[in-house]
């Protein structure tokens, strides 16, 4: 018997959410193939069953946060089955019962397989309120009696009798989203004793929700959108957010992309954008005015020799910011290759934890999509955002008094004044600018 463990996905990791069991007990799954979806800080990451077999029990719920080394599941391998007595098999297929008052799902890293073989006179009693719900729910299949912590409190918030909800996951489980439709599709009939017995000793105020009226739909808000929403806020409580913006003639770069776009894409295998032109300038600015690239740690700045530049990606979950490290020793080539991978596995929610974790300072790019002028939030610990607004063809005057239509854009950056005053601010996007306009990047771009 193998046991599944929270696995330790990077450094900074302490624990992890499970979003999806891709397997169901009973199941067989093969090595390497994708077993469970976890979510650690805004990263969504299939995990892999580390052997073939059959996966014999679930240990921790969709929408459980457990700590790193938790054991998650068991599977069985092939040659489990082989040498296993018949009597042995059959008790490793069973549901275990401590998982009705939440057992393993709280495990700390550390315990192993001697704790799950706790007999039942030595393992600890489910809590009464616990014991209470389970005993009045209704047999509607094997997992339909395992409540975890997360359901049982969205039960008691809202009123919902859980004996009156079908469940959708795993053999008959009740998942949070049958219990937010359930409270979406209004009060069901309501088991005063059953609510009772799960409220806890201290009651809290019920959350307040959004009531669902004819032409609206109710959903709970996703985790990625929370963590986003958590960030946010505190860099907008936590910063003193200044903007600075400068207008950039990126005509020659139009005209350079134009020729060169279908031999680079030939030559490199990845599209050429004006990103890595944006990104190669920034970082020699940052370089000229280090206090930009800097961090506020208590009461001192920190401030790194590398540039590890964070570029915000916009996916199907949200918005993400993986991180190209060292930025400062590439050339064009391999910021275009790095921006085209980060991009592509954020997309597909193959981005590791640590290739979100690190950035000195960050690019936001929302020009394609029509932007002309932004204010971004800074991502903090960053002290400053730099904001690549949508290219225009407009008129604007040349050489002395003469008027010609140019490729122009706006460059913006939300910096930190706790950190950075006007003048950095204004110097590092002049420089910026300089770059833009005047750096021949053709020798760069390898072709």
């Keep these: 018997m193998t046991s599944i463990q929270m696995p330790q996905l990077g450094e900074t990791i302490v624990e992890g959410t499970i979003l999806k069991w891709l397997k169901a007990e009973g199941e067989a799954v093969e090595r390497d193939e994708p077993l469970f979806e976890i979510s650690t800080d805004k990263v969504d990451t299939e995990v892999p069953s580390p052997v073939a077999g059959t996966l014999t029990t679930i240990l921790v719920a969709e929408g459980e946060t457990v700590p790193v080394g938790t054991r998650l599941a068991e599977v069985a391998s092939h040659e489990d089955s082989a040498v296993a007595p018949a009597g042995e098999a059959a008790a490793s297929s069973a549901p275990p019962t401590s998982l009705a008052s939440g057992g393993p799902s709280g495990e700390t890293p550390g315990q192993g397989a001697s704790d799950a073989s706790t007999s039942p006179a030595s393992a600890p009693a489910a809590p009464a309120a616990v014991a209470a719900v389970a005993s009045s729910m209704p047999d509607r299949g094997p997992r339909s009696q395992i409540l975890s912590p997360l359901v049982r409190k969205l039960a008691q918030e809202h009123g919902i009798d859980l004996s009156t909800v079908s469940g959708t996951g795993t053999g008959g489980r009740i998942t949070k989203a049958d219990v937010m439709a359930a409270v979406t599709s209004g009060p069901g009939p309501t088991s005063a004793a059953g609510v009772a017995a799960a409220a806890p000793a201290a009651v809290t105020p019920p959350s307040v929700g959004a009531a669902a009226v004819e032409g609206e739909t109710v959903e709970p808000m996703s985790h990625i959108r929370k963590a986003i929403a958590t960030h946010m806020v505190a860099s907008v409580n936590e910063t003193a957010r200044a903007w600075t913006m400068v207008e950039v003639n990126v005509e020659h770069l139009v005209r350079l992309r134009e020729r060169a776009k279908d031999a680079f894409l030939a030559v490199h295998g990845v599209k050429l954008t004006y990103l890595p032109f944006v990104v190669r300038a920034t970082v020699d600015a940052l370089q000229a005015f280090p206090a930009v690239n800097s961090r506020i ?151």
């Excluded at 401030?303 to 060292?326: C, E, F, K, Q, W």
């Design 297 to 447: 740690a208590g009461d001192d700045v920190v401030t790194p020799r590398a540039v590890h530049m964070g570029i915000a990606v916009s996916y199907d979950a949200g918005l993400i910011v993986p991180v190209i490290r060292n930025a400062d020793v590439m050339n064009s080539v391999g910021v275009a290759r790095a921006i085209a991978d980060l991009a592509a596995r954020a997309r597909s929610h193959q981005l590791k934890p640590d290739e979100v974790q690190g950035a000195t300072f960050t690019i936001t790019n929302p020009g394609p999509y029509g932007s002309l002028i932004s204010v971004p939030i800074i991502n903090q610990p960053n002290v400053g955002i730099l904001s690549l607004d949508g290219i225009q063809r407009r008129p604007v005057v040349v050489e002395g008094d003469a008027i010609a239509v140019r490729s122009m854009v706006y460059v913006s950056m939300s910096w930190d004044h706790r950190l950075i005053d006007g003048e950095i601010a204004t110097r590092f996007l002049a420089r910026v600018k300089q770059n833009l306009e005047s750096w021949d990047f053709a020798e760069d771009l390898g072709i």
